[in-house]
């Protein structure tokens, strides 16, 4: 059976990078303001009671706007601060290397 949120190691070889859902994932959530900050914080509550302690989020610019709340506030006043939450929009130029970055501080963690 799946976990909430989708959560789950992205490959069977590695360890360390899981997978989710976006904060308050829903079809009815994409429009400015959506998510309540509810949703976020008890995303976070699953996302810490798995282990999680980074995050590196693939929100695009146009979908951060579907948080009543700044989202990297919301998950900075739960745990995910700017040294554990990383945001790279895959459509933007660096998207790459912003990721391989995030990644290798993770794993030098």
Request: proline share 5%.
């Amino acid at each position: 059976m799946p976990l909430p949120h989708n959560f789950a190691r992205v490959s069977g070889r590695d360890e360390l990078v899981y997978g989710s859902s976006r904060p308050g994932y829903s079809k009815d959530n994409e429009k400015p303001g959506a998510v309540t900050t509810e949703e976020v914080v008890l995303w976070c509550q699953f996302m810490q009671e798995n282990g999680v302690r980074r995050i590196l989020s693939l929100l695009g610019d146009d979908e951060v706007e579907w948080y009543a709340e700044p989202i990297a506030d919301s998950l900075a006043a739960h745990g995910f601060d700017g040294n554990h939450y990383t945001r790279a929009g895959v459509f933007v130029d660096g998207a790459v290397e912003v990721m391989l970055d995030a990644f290798k501080r993770a794993d030098a963690a």
